[in-house]
């Protein structure tokens, strides 16, 4: 059981981050080309940023009920910011020199984007991606009182019960997954900054 709901929580951590990438990328794009659509995106982000995780996954239950959906969503939500702001200050902090080098051999604004721009500007977008994982892990607690399941169903059956052993393996759970996704995001964040040099 004990292996079950780390399962359970990793799986709807991963379903989360896999959604933040698959939206948060392209808006941190745009934005980049956009101004317009940059002040929109990252008012909307500073926002969501400042809501409670709890109070917001209340107000996504009311419009998709309570269950592990809810909880990804509301982690993809929380986790917009530093995957947008990472994936646009990646992408301006480039030299203009080398976007004018690319420009000057006839490249494409998309070929440029993918084949110059994006290798440059990933360390940086990994970095967001990072800050990201580490916040759904912890994040993703609160699922339990949305009908999420995951590691915060055993705190909270430890709390309700005043069993120390279900609240030490939760805590010392999540404790152990955030430690070791920062590890080793945080190495392969420095060997991606060594290439860039």
Known sequence: MSVNVILEHLS????????TLLIGLPFGIFAYFNKTFK???FKVTDVLQTIPSLALLGIIMIFLGGNKLTVIVGLFLYSLLPVVRNTYTGLSGIDPAVKEAAKGMGMSKLYQLIHVELPIAFPVIFTGIRIAVINQISAAVFGTFVGGGGL???IYRGMANMNMKLI???TGSLMVMAVFFDTLMGFIEKRLYAKTR
């Open 12 to 19: 709807v951590v991963v379903a989360a981050i896999c959604l």
């Open 39 to 41: 002040i929109f995106i």
């Open 152 to 154: 915060g169903t055993v």
């Open 168 to 170: 030490l393996f939760g």
